[in-house]
């Protein structure tokens, strides 16, 4: 994997995580609400299918998933002990 690939998708893992941290219980549409919105990685190709894919793909280690009744899969954090800066 190239440097920049690399390094776009660290920064992706920890602020994704960070978002986590803070509001445990979200899905994936307020995930990318805030990474889109908030932090303006509008160039990064991001949507909420892509991410709800992302999560379990590279984020298994920091964060769980959780399907519930309504169909949306919610993505609180295993623990607040761990929290990262940089990947």
Known sequence: ??????ARQNRLISEIYNFVCVNPGVGSAAIYG?????????NAGL????IGFFIP????????FEERGEGRMYFPIESLDNKIEDV
């Open 1 to 6: 994997m190239g440097k920049q690939k690399e």
């Open 34 to 42: 805030y990474l889109a919105a908030d932090l303006k990685m509008r």
């Open 47 to 50: 949507t909420a299918r892509k």
């Open 57 to 64: 793909r590279y984020c298994k280690k920091y964060i769980r």
